[in-house]
């Protein structure tokens, strides 16, 4: 055994330039940012200016606390090498999958949320904290596709069924006081035609005949 791991898990050489692959966000209890991730070359260093690209813009932070966490508890410290996993505060352009410095750009998730729910608030709420609340989350997990329609009054959030509906759900009954229920599912269509086409459909029951042409 440990002579396979030996040969399929060689140790990495890490490149002396700056990067780092994010793999979660989160908030700390006083609603601070956090950005986790993994160092994968060079020194990650507090107060130090990170770049990044996401969706083809650029952009770059500086990093304002570097914090190892143990459960619930944390250190801040100075500086990590490659190879450590840490919590970052300071970064509001990450999410997860972003890479930082000259590290490469993860592929697209193979998985998508295909239904789109209208997210129906208790009476009586805040409907701009509803948004700030769904938006904070989607900072989180970015698939979870928020939109508000200004015209309707409504949020909407792409979601994969009724499973995560509870998980939204939960989340913002206990960490923002939040009541949701959710409205039916719509399909998100994604094709489209590419060129005219033509259909045929045709119904013939009891000697009645119709053909339509689309």
């Not at 193979?110 to 729910?117: G, R």
């Not at 508000?148 to 009724?162: D, K, P, R, S, Y």
Request: proline share 7%.
């Amino acid at each position: 055994l440990l002579r396979a791991l030996e040969c399929l898990a060689p140790l990495p050489v890490y490149p002396a330039e700056l990067s780092a692959r994010v793999y979660q966000i989160a908030h700390d209890p006083q609603g601070n940012r956090l950005t986790f991730l993994k160092v994968t070359g060079g020194t990650l260093r507090a107060k130090m200016m990170v770049e990044g690209a996401d969706h083809g813009a650029s952009w770059a932070e500086k990093i304002n606390e570097i914090r190892l966490y143990q459960g619930k508890r944390h250190k801040t410290v100075a500086e990590l090498p490659a190879g450590s996993i840490c919590a970052v505060t300071g970064l509001t352009h990450t999410m997860p999958g972003s890479a930082l410095g000259s590290e490469a750009a993860a592929p697209r998730p193979l998985l998508a949320p295909f239904l789109s729910y209208q997210v129906i608030p208790a009476p009586e709420t805040d409907a701009s904290a509803l948004v700030r609340a769904l938006r904070e989350l989607a900072s989180e997990d970015p698939l979870l596709g928020v939109t508000w329609h200004e015209q309707l009054q409504e949020a909407h959030v792409q979601l994969m069924g009724e499973v995560q509906q509870d998980v939204v759900r939960e989340l913002l009954c206990d960490r923002y006081g939040i009541e949701v229920g959710f409205g039916p599912g719509g399909i998100l269509y994604k094709e489209t035609i590419v060129e005219p086409v033509e259909g045929v459909g045709h119904f013939e029951p009891l000697r009645h005949y119709a053909e339509v042409h689309l």
